[in-house]
């Protein structure tokens, strides 16, 4: 099956992490949306990223730079030549937005261990509940932040008027504009609810199968092309809330599906149903 994935070197199995996890050059990252499940039982040798303190700048919303980026990778004992194996809770969406965020700053040896953290808990695997394995400080050097991958709201304002494909990964109460927030969660973080005008909601997690793995070739081709009608050569924006779900399709649009331009916003609406002169819509598609 993996196989018939676009990029299929980008995902290894529990199987494979559970061999390699102790080899020379390797480091297995875990970044969840619960940020206390680490001390509760991680892989062994796995260090901890949280998106929030560790990937997000502090005074600006915006990512860490470039400085800082360097930083955290010396103190997780993470070289440039390092292969990076993230995997976390929820389908791996979180491992996705870390992946998302490595790739921004050019970090070549990046995968995703499919199934997260509910795949190796099905396959019985062990957890440790050791603190965080501490590593020697590497030398490590970024580059510039892809523009590429990463799209702001004067393009996503352009590409919207153009006409050109925008994927809202969003539950549909959110779509529609009846919800500002995921059920289940404090309704906060826009001022308006809805989405951008002629945006497809394609909800993130019909990626994903029950065990967390992805889904095959064949049935995202289904849901993204033969449904959304989305065209290889399109220029492609994903958003969804902060950006997070919208990196988990993101991640299945580019690497598994093999769409080569394919940006997340991920101002997404905590920015844009607070902005002033940009348009919303209302209701189901």
């Not at 062994?44 to 980026?69: C, M, N, P, S």
């Amino acid at each position: 099956m993996a196989a018939d994935y676009a990029h299929p070197e980008v995902l290894v199995s529990t199987a494979w992490v559970d061999e390699h996890r102790h080899d020379a050059g390797l480091r297995i990252v875990e970044s969840d949306e619960d940020v206390l499940l680490y001390e509760q039982g991680h892989i062994e040798g796995a260090v901890k990223i949280d998106w929030h303190t560790d990937l997000q700048h502090r005074v600006v919303r915006d990512y860490i730079d470039r400085a800082a980026f360097e930083q955290l990778c010396r103190e997780k004992g993470i070289a440039n030549d390092t292969t990076v194996v993230f995997y976390g809770d929820k389908n791996n969406w979180w491992a996705c937005y870390a992946f998302w965020v490595f790739k921004l700053y050019g970090h070549e040896k990046c995968l995703i261990m499919n199934g997260g953290r509910k795949r190796w808990e099905l396959d019985g695997r062990a957890w440790t509940r050791g603190p965080e394995s501490q590593y020697a400080a590497t030398s490590y050097t970024a580059q510039e932040a892809d523009p590429s991958i990463r799209a702001f709201r004067d393009e996503v304002l352009k590409h919207q008027r153009g006409g050109k494909p925008l994927i809202d990964v969003r539950s549909p109460g959110e779509f529609t504009g009846e919800m500002l927030h995921m059920p289940d969660y404090p309704q906060e973080g826009a001022l308006r609810g809805g989405h951008i005008p002629g945006a497809q909601n394609v909800p993130w997690a019909r990626a994903a199968n029950d065990d967390g793995t992805f889904k095959s070739a064949k049935e995202l081709e289904k849901i993204y092309a033969k449904e959304c009608g989305l065209k290889r050569r399109s220029r492609i924006i994903a958003y969804c809330r902060i950006g997070e779900r919208s990196s988990h399709t993101w991640f299945v649009l580019h690497y598994l599906l093999g769409f080569p331009n394919v940006k997340n916003y991920d101002g997404s609406w905590t920015e844009w149903g607070n902005l002033v002169g940009v348009p919303i819509a209302q209701g189901a598609q």
